[in-house]
Nanobody
Framework: VQLVASGGGLVQPGGSLRLSCAAS????????MNWYRQTPGRERQWIAG????????NYDASVEGRFTISRNNSKSSVYLQRDNLEVYDTAVYFC???????WGQGTQVTVST
């Protein structure tokens, strides 16, 4: 049972990223999924969640309109899309499955010139 996040990297301001989180070992389509992010010295912050069916995604007010969460149950994957990245989006991004308390390993996003 695991979540493996990928897609992070070094991006210039204004660029785009699509983070992926691949699940294995459980029936992915039955569970809600979330994305969090964390910067050094700060607590992990919830930013987005999505239901098992993919309907009604929800976002923290601080990121709503700037991030898009989606999922593909046939690929057991959840995604986080961000266009027009800004320096303060720099963080480690984690996927999370709440019922099991299962975390992905995190993927680093660095937005810098």
């Amino acid at each position: 049972v695991q979540l493996v996040a990928s897609g992070g990297g070094l991006v210039q301001p204004g660029g785009s990223l699509r983070l992926s989180c691949a699940a294995s070992g459980f029936l992915f389509s039955m569970y809600p999924m979330n994305w969090y992010r964390q910067t050094p010295g700060r607590e992990r912050q919830w930013i987005a969640g999505i239901s098992p069916t993919g309907l009604n995604p929800n976002y923290d007010a601080s990121v709503e309109g700037r991030f898009t969460i989606s999922r593909n149950n046939s690929k057991s994957s959840v995604y986080l899309q961000r266009d027009n990245l800004e320096v303060y989006d720099t963080a480690v991004y984690f996927c999370y499955e709440p019922p099991k308390g299962l975390w992905g390993q995190g993927t680093q996003v660095t937005v810098s010139t």
